[in-house]
């Protein structure tokens, strides 16, 4: 399924929805004016139901049958059956109810009472067809305004054939039906026009959603709420702990690979590598090629965010040792990559041109952390990490609580990197064991 039909399918289940939430408001109000209805009745025809009169008799009769069938479409509603022929059957059930409560006053006509016409019982065919428009399906709001506009005319019909009353002037049966006309057709265009909003408005939102999620994959979760507000994203300084990893050789193997398979190895990498940095509370700020710059911050305790990097930078040597294990149970050699983690002042803000930015940090701290990544491939260590990280985890230990990563680090003293005026001291931690090739099998 394309991604368009996708978005239609979403749209028709939520427009689907709305209708089904038009039902249920329409089921109470519903009961509301036939509870009304139903102590007006009382009010008028008290005197002629104790004397059992047969317009009192019917009257109340159908007025009963309405409020039954308005308790069982409610029950029906409540309980989410239905949502297919629902609207057209509460589309005909109001005005057959009003034409069943009305007609007993038309075969039994009571002396003096004008006709329909000019009664305020007719004005419930209006209210009956207004109520059409809460509804965004125009096919039982069509159905409901004729139905309405058969039953008013219908007893009027009726009234003039049993009992001779009717309008007085032609015009005035003119007048009632435009005004009738007019009224369903403002309740059919009204459903139009709410469906047409309920889908833009449905659309709009699953659009910005996917875009939210799209963008919350690219920065930071306080980044994107900033963005969503409207506020702008402004340069700032900040303390921060960057994490560089990058695989080792891999652009040798990808000389030769296939590119589809050479692809699927990477994306399974990554996808684990991911996994574990935001485990760690940290954000992916880019992919280069098979390298991953995450950012960690705490603007609150800076301490706490190079922790935190520390203790990703060698849970990702484990979830790496995890991720071979099952490489080399399906045959494949294992991979090994590099980790640089340094904390320090950053500049975060959007990078790049009106036509393409990204949200990044930059400054001498990333430059250090991606060049410790480096360093590792002129020692044994997996992983290597400035003095400033290990004072960061051990303020944390002495606050929080011992801090388990510390325990694997082993000095490395001061090292020459480039780009800095004076050696750098640094810590680093070893790659676990290589995992063992199955039995019959040539390691790599």
Known sequence: MSSAQDLDGLVYRFLQGRAYAGERLLAGVRLLVLALAGLRLGVVMDERILRETSQAVFTYF????????????????????GRRWLPWVSALVDPVAVTGILLPSVLWAQPGVRALIYEPDG????????????????GPALLGAAANLGGFFGLLALDWQLNGRGPVHQGDLAMA????????????????????????????????????????????PEVLAQALSGEALAPRRRIAAVLFSDLRDFTRIAEAADPAVLLAELNGY???MVRVIEAHGGHVDKFIG????????DDAEPNRAAAQALACGQAMSAALQAHNS??????????????GVHVGPVISGPVGSPDRMEFTVTGGTVNLA????AATKAHPFEGLCSADVVDAARWVAATDGPVGTLAGLESVGPLAIRGQTAPVAAFGWRAPAPPTPPPGEIGP
Do not use: K, N
């Open 123 to 138: 004005y419930i065919f209006l209210a009956s067809t207004a109520a059409l428009g809460v509804r965004v399906r125009w």
């Open 177 to 220: 039906g435009i005004v009738c006309v007019a009224a369903g057709g403002v309740a059919v265009v009204s459903t139009f026009w709410t469906r047409s909003l309920v889908m833009h408005g449905a659309q709009a939102a699953l659009v910005a959603r996917r875009g939210r999620e799209v963008l919350g994959r690219m920065v930071a």
């Open 290 to 297: 098979d390298a991953i710059m995450a950012v960690f911050m």
């Open 62 to 81: 159908a007025w009963g049958v309405a409020t039954v069938v308005a308790l069982g479409i409610t029950a029906w509603v409540v309980r989410g059956g």
């Open 370 to 373: 991606s060049r410790l990544e």
């Open 326 to 339: 099952d490489r080399v149970a399906d045959g494949l050699p294992p991979l090994r990559h590099g980790v």
């Open 270 to 272: 990554l996808r684990v």
